[in-house]
C-alpha cells in the first residue's frame, strides 16, 4: 500500500511561518506529481501548490509569493514552506501524490489523511 503522511501543521500568528513535509511510502516506481490541497471551514477544497516531476511548480493566486513548494526525490518528500501567513490560510492541508506503483503500470491519485493549520491571534 502506499502512504501519504503529513506533518508541520499547528498554530501560528498571523504574519508567521509553518513548513509542512509530507512522506510517500510503499512499493513506488514513479511519482509524476506531489503537491497541496487545503480545505476550510464552509469552503471547497482547493489546490494550493503543485510540483510535477519535471520541477515545474503550480500556485493558488492567493498564496503566489507567501508560500513555497519543493520536494526531495531521494526522499520521496514533498515541502510547503509557508510565510507571511494570513488568517484566511486556516485549513486542514492535504498532501497530494499522482504516481504509480510498482506492481501495476497504472497512474493513480493519493491523498495524506491532512494536517490542520490554524492561522489566529
Known amino acids: 500500500q502506499v502512504q501519504l503522511v503529513e506533518s508541520g501543521g499547528g498554530s501560528v500568528q498571523p504574519g508567521g511561518s509553518l513548513r509542512l513535509s509530507c512522506t510517500a511510502s510503499g512499493s513506488i516506481f514513479s511519482i509524476n506529481a506531489m503537491g497541496w490541497h487545503r480545505q476550510a471551514p464552509g469552503k471547497e477544497r482547493e489546490s494550493v501548490a503543485i510540483v510535477t516531476n519535471g520541477g515545474s511548480t503550480n500556485y493558488a493566486d492567493s498564496v503566489k509569493g507567501r508560500f513555497t513548494i519543493s520536494g526531495d526525490n531521494a526522499k520521496n518528500t514533498v515541502y510547503l514552506q509557508m510565510n507571511s501567513l494570513k488568517v484566511e490560510d486556516t485549513a486542514v492541508y492535504y498532501c497530494?501524490?499522482?504516481?504509480?506503483?510498482?506492481?501495476?503500470?497504472?497512474?493513480?491519485?493519493?491523498w495524506g489523511k491532512g494536517t490542520p493549520v490554524t492561522v489566529s491571534s
Open positions: 497530494y501524490g499522482k504516481l504509480m506503483r510498482s506492481s501495476l503500470p497504472v497512474v493513480k491519485e493519493y
